[in-house]
């Protein structure tokens, strides 16, 4: 299968600071990434889906202007937690599809970020 | 609304076989997935089922009869590093994944 990298894998903040995460594709164009949140013991949660050259689009709930999603190239998407706090902290994992796996739809996961926010 | 259901829990021994149940209404379908999560990783994928059937894959089988809304996941000859979440995803009518909450399947030796 396809090669998702995401980075850093654990990051550990303060409060009111900005964290990137990124997120590759590595053999595989990817025309479309999704982010998602999941807390302790919760599935995921979808956060947002962006293809590339495009605005994200935001699930309902999530906060667009502190969740800021850049898809700029067929493989990267970075996600930014702007002004980071406490309850920000979680797992963000990335997923990719589309190129040669786009008629099956199958997602690529990346490895995962979790956050900390002190 | 939308809504996938699969069990919380189970639990099973090793070397034995264990079957994980996933019911949804969505509006429209796709295809169905099924994940699996170990703690504090992301999920790996472990099958994809469009059509009504099992498929096969080695220890791992999976079935899928759209007209009743149900798929099964079906682990044989348990090993206990499968013990993990199972996750059950649903592409709907507009080509969302919708999730269900997974479960969690022990094994004991």
């Known amino acids: 299968g396809a090669v998702v990298s995401q980075h850093p894998s654990r990051v550990i903040c303060k409060s009111g600071t900005s964290v990137k995460i990124e997120c590759r594709s590595l053999d595989f164009q990817a025309t479309t990434m999704f982010w998602y949140r999941q807390f302790p013991k919760q599935s995921l949660m979808l956060m947002a889906t962006s293809n590339e050259g495009s605005k994200a689009t935001y699930e309902q709930g999530v906060e667009k202007d502190k969740f800021l999603i850049n898809h700029a190239s067929l493989t990267l998407s970075t996600l930014t937690v702007t002004s980071a706090h406490p309850e920000d902290s979680s797992f963000y994992i990335c997923?990719?599809?589309?190129?040669?796996?786009?008629?099956?739809?199958?997602?690529?996961f990346g490895e995962g970020s979790r956050l900390t926010v002190l | 609304g939308q809504n996938i259901d699969q069990p919380t829990e189970m639990t099973a021994t090793e070397g034995a076989i264990v079957q994980i149940n996933c019911t949804y209404q969505?509006?429209?379908?796709?295809?169905l997935f099924w994940y699996q999560q170990h703690a504090g990783e992301a999920p790996t994928f472990l099958s994809y089922?469009?059509l009504d059937g099992l498929e096969e894959k080695g220890r791992f089988s999976s079935f899928l009869s759209r007209s009743k809304g149900y798929s099964y996941l079906l682990l044989k000859e348990l090993q206990m590093k499968d013990s993990a979440s199972y996750l059950c995803?649903?592409?709907?009518?507009?080509?969302?994944?919708?999730w269900g909450a997974g479960t969690k399947l022990i094994i004991k030796p």
């Open positions: 997923s990719a599809s589309g190129g040669k796996y786009g008629d099956s739809g199958e997602l690529f």
């Open positions: 995803a649903v592409k709907d009518s507009n080509y969302q994944l919708i």
């Open positions: 969505t509006s429209g379908f796709n295809g």
């Open positions: 089922n469009v």
